[in-house]
C-alpha cells in the first residue's frame, strides 16, 4: 500500500465504518452490562463485580448468540477483531498494573504472619496438585484434535489455584468488612497466592511457548529474574524517590508524571513480552514495584483507577465472553465433565485453605468463611484462561467450563460471606441501580 493509500485509509469512509462498528460495540457493552449489574445488585443480592463478569457472558455466544446469531455476528464484526482485541489486551496491561499496586505485603504479614503464610501455601500447592493429577482424565474425554497432554496438566494445574484479590477488596468493601481479621487473612493469602501464580503461569506458559526447551527455557526464567531485580533493585528506589517529589510539588498526579508513568509500564509489559512471558506480567511487576507508596496509589485510584475499572473491565468481560460457548458443552456427558471441574477446582482451593485455617486454630466458622473467600476466581482466574486458551492448551469445552467454574465460584462468595460474616444486606444497593462500577 502506498503511503498515499495508506493515508486515506485511515481517514477515509472505511476508517469510519470500523470506528462506528467499534463504537457500537462498546455502547452495547456499557448498556449490557449496567443492566446485568443493576439487575445482579437489586434480584441476586450480588456485588457489582460479578455482574460485570456475567454481562460478558450475556454478550456472547452462550445467551445473545445462541437467540440472535446473526445480530452478535454483524455487531462483533470480524474486521474490528483485531482493534477490539488490542483495546482488551492494553486494557489487561493497566489492570495488572493497579493488581500489582493493591498487593501490600507489608501489611499482610504484620500480624498472623504464620496462618497467612500456610493459607497461601495450602491455597496454591493443594489445588495445583489435584488438578495437575485429574487432567489426564479430563483430557480423555474430549473430543480431538487434543493438545499436548504435559502443557494442558500444567495449565489446567494453574487454573485450578488461581484466586481473586481484587475481586476479594471489591467485595469486602462493598459488604463493609474490611477491616474485620478474616479479611486481614484472606488478602494477605490472597496476595500472596496472586504473585506466586503469575509467576507459576509466567514459567508454564514459557515452557509452552518453548515447546519444553530447557535450555532455552532456563536462559528465559534467568532474563526474567533479571529483569525483575532490575526493577526492584535499579528502577524502583529513583522512580519512588521522583514519584515523590513530584507528587510533593504538583500536589497531585499531573499529566506529565502519568505520562511518564505510562511510558515506563508499556516499557515494562514490552519487555516481558519480548523475554517470552506476557506483557501483563511487565505490568503487574512495575504495579508490585510501587504499591508501598500509598500515596502514589491513591492518586492513580482517583485519577486512573476508576477509567480503568469503568472502561476496560467490561471490555475484558465481554471479549472473554465472546470466547466462551456453553453451547460447546453438548450432551449430559459434557455437562458432567463441567460440574466435575466445579467440583474439583472448589475441593481444592476450599478444601485446602479450610484445612490450613483450622490446623492453625481457627474456628470451623471462620476456616469456612476463609475458604470460600480464597475460592472466589473472578477476574484474575478469567486472565490466565485467555492466556492458556491464546496458546492453544485450553479446548474451548475446557475454557467454558473453567470461565462457569470462575463465575460460579463468584456468585456464591457474595452470599456465602455476608451470612458467615452476619452482614446485613444493604438497602441502598437496589435503590442505586447505575451507581459507580469502581
Same mark, same amino acid.
Given at each position: 500500500?502506498?503511503?498515499?493509500?495508506?493515508?486515506?485509509?485511515?481517514?477515509?469512509?472505511?476508517?469510519?465504518?470500523?470506528?462506528?462498528?467499534?463504537?457500537?460495540?462498546?455502547?452495547?457493552?456499557?448498556?449490557?452490562?449496567?443492566?446485568?449489574?443493576?439487575?445482579?445488585?437489586?434480584?441476586?443480592?450480588?456485588?457489582?463485580?460479578?455482574?460485570?463478569?456475567?454481562?460478558?457472558?450475556?454478550?456472547?455466544?452462550?445467551?445473545?448468540?445462541?437467540?440472535?446469531?446473526?445480530?452478535?455476528?454483524?455487531?462483533?464484526?470480524?474486521?474490528?477483531?483485531?482493534?477490539?482485541?488490542?483495546?482488551?489486551?492494553?486494557?489487561?496491561?493497566?489492570?495488572?498494573?493497579?493488581?500489582?499496586?493493591?498487593?501490600?505485603?507489608?501489611?499482610?504479614?504484620?500480624?498472623?504472619?504464620?496462618?497467612?503464610?500456610?493459607?497461601?501455601?495450602?491455597?496454591?500447592?493443594?489445588?495445583?496438585?489435584?488438578?495437575?493429577?485429574?487432567?489426564?482424565?479430563?483430557?480423555?474425554?474430549?473430543?480431538?484434535?487434543?493438545?499436548?497432554?504435559?502443557?494442558?496438566?500444567?495449565?489446567?494445574?494453574?487454573?485450578?489455584?488461581?484466586?481473586?484479590?481484587?475481586?476479594?477488596?471489591?467485595?469486602?468493601?462493598?459488604?463493609?468488612?474490611?477491616?474485620?481479621?478474616?479479611?486481614?487473612?484472606?488478602?494477605?493469602?490472597?496476595?500472596?497466592?496472586?504473585?506466586?501464580?503469575?509467576?507459576?503461569?509466567?514459567?508454564?506458559?514459557?515452557?509452552?511457548?518453548?515447546?519444553?526447551?530447557?535450555?532455552?527455557?532456563?536462559?528465559?526464567?534467568?532474563?526474567?529474574?533479571?529483569?525483575?531485580?532490575?526493577?526492584?533493585?535499579?528502577?524502583?528506589?529513583?522512580?519512588?524517590?521522583?514519584?515523590?517529589?513530584?507528587?510533593?510539588?504538583?500536589?497531585?498526579?499531573?499529566?506529565?508524571?502519568?505520562?511518564?508513568?505510562?511510558?515506563?509500564?508499556?516499557?515494562?509489559?514490552?519487555?516481558?513480552?519480548?523475554?517470552?512471558?506476557?506483557?501483563?506480567?511487565?505490568?503487574?511487576?512495575?504495579?508490585?514495584?510501587?504499591?508501598?507508596?500509598?500515596?502514589?496509589?491513591?492518586?492513580?485510584?482517583?485519577?486512573?483507577?476508576?477509567?480503568?475499572?469503568?472502561?476496560?473491565?467490561?471490555?475484558?468481560?465481554?471479549?472473554?465472553?465472546?470466547?466462551?460457548?456453553?453451547?460447546?458443552?453438548?450432551?449430559?456427558?459434557?455437562?458432567?465433565?463441567?460440574?466435575?471441574?466445579?467440583?474439583? &477446582?472448589? %475441593?481444592?482451593? #476450599?478444601?485446602? =485453605?479450610? $484445612?490450613?485455617? !483450622? /490446623?492453625?486454630?481457627?474456628?470451623? *466458622?471462620?476456616?469456612?468463611?476463609?475458604?470460600?473467600?480464597?475460592?472466589?476466581?473472578?477476574?484474575?482466574?478469567?486472565?490466565?484462561?485467555?492466556?492458556?486458551?491464546?496458546?492453544?492448551?485450553?479446548?474451548?469445552?475446557?475454557?467454558?467450563?473453567?470461565?462457569?467454574? &470462575?463465575? %460460579?465460584?463468584? #456468585?456464591?462468595? =457474595?452470599? $456465602?460471606?455476608? !451470612? /458467615?460474616?452476619?452482614?446485613?444486606? *444493604?438497602?441502598?444497593?437496589?435503590?442505586?441501580?447505575?451507581?459507580?462500577?469502581?
Amino acid at each position: 500500500m502506498s503511503s498515499t493509500e495508506a493515508a486515506s485509509s485511515a481517514v477515509g469512509a472505511g476508517a469510519e465504518h470500523l470506528v462506528l462498528l467499534l463504537l457500537y460495540q462498546l455502547i452495547a457493552i456499557f448498556v449490557v452490562t449496567r443492566i446485568v449489574v443493576w439487575i445482579s445488585n437489586r434480584w441476586l443480592g450480588q456485588t457489582d463485580a460479578a455482574g460485570e463478569i456475567l454481562a460478558g457472558l450475556v454478550l456472547g455466544p452462550s445467551l445473545f448468540g445462541a437467540f440472535f446469531p446473526g445480530t452478535m455476528h454483524a455487531l462483533f464484526a470480524p474486521q474490528t477483531a483485531p482493534a477490539f482485541t488490542c483495546i482488551a489486551q492494553v486494557g489487561l496491561i493497566l489492570l495488572m498494573f493497579q493488581i500489582g499496586l493493591e498487593f501490600r505485603f507489608k501489611d499482610t504479614l504484620a500480624t498472623s504472619k504464620r496462618t497467612v503464610v500456610a493459607i497461601s501455601v495450602a491455597g496454591i500447592t493443594v489445588p495445583f496438585a489435584l488438578g495437575y493429577v485429574t487432567a489426564p482424565w479430563f483430557l480423555a474425554q474430549l473430543p480431538g484434535p487434543l493438545p499436548d497432554e504435559l502443557s494442558f496438566r500444567l495449565f489446567f494445574a494453574v487454573a485450578m489455584s488461581i484466586t481473586a484479590i481484587p475481586i476479594l477488596g471489591r467485595i469486602f468493601i462493598e459488604l463493609g468488612v474490611s477491616h474485620t481479621r478474616i479479611a486481614a487473612l484472606t488478602i494477605g493469602a490472597a496476595a500472596i497466592d496472586d504473585v506466586a501464580g503469575w509467576l507459576i503461569l509466567g514459567v508454564v506458559s514459557a515452557m509452552i511457548l518453548l515447546q519444553f526447551d530447557a535450555g532455552e527455557l532456563t536462559l528465559r526464567v534467568v532474563l526474567l529474574a533479571a529483569y525483575l531485580a532490575l526493577v526492584f533493585r535499579a528502577v524502583r528506589p529513583p522512580l519512588q524517590r521522583w514519584l515523590r517529589r513530584r507528587l510533593l510539588q504538583q500536589g497531585k498526579l499531573d499529566n506529565r508524571t502519568l505520562s511518564l508513568l505510562l511510558l515506563l509500564l508499556f516499557v515494562s509489559a514490552s519487555a516481558t513480552s519480548n523475554l517470552g512471558v506476557f506483557a501483563i506480567i511487565g505490568g503487574f511487576a512495575m504495579g508490585v514495584a510501587l504499591h508501598d507508596d500509598r500515596t502514589f496509589v491513591e492518586e492513580w485510584q482517583r485519577r486512573v483507577g476508576g477509567l480503568v475499572n469503568a472502561l476496560f473491565l467490561p471490555i475484558f468481560f465481554a471479549y472473554t465472553g465472546l470466547r466462551t460457548d456453553v453451547g460447546s458443552l453438548a450432551g449430559d456427558g459434557m455437562w458432567v465433565l463441567c460440574l466435575a471441574t466445579i467440583a474439583i &477446582a472448589f %475441593a481444592g482451593k #476450599f478444601g485446602g =485453605t479450610y $484445612l490450613a485455617a !483450622r /490446623l492453625m486454630g481457627e474456628t470451623q *466458622r471462620d476456616a469456612v468463611t476463609i475458604g470460600v473467600c480464597m475460592n472466589t476466581r473472578a477476574l484474575m482466574e478469567l486472565i490466565a484462561l485467555n492466556i492458556g486458551y491464546d496458546l492453544g492448551v485450553l479446548p474451548r469445552p475446557v475454557f467454558t467450563m473453567l470461565v462457569l467454574m &470462575a463465575i %460460579a465460584s463468584t #456468585f456464591i462468595a =457474595t452470599p $456465602l460471606i455476608r !451470612r /458467615l460474616l452476619r452482614v446485613e444486606p *444493604r438497602e441502598d444497593a437496589a435503590a442505586q441501580p447505575f451507581r459507580r462500577a469502581a
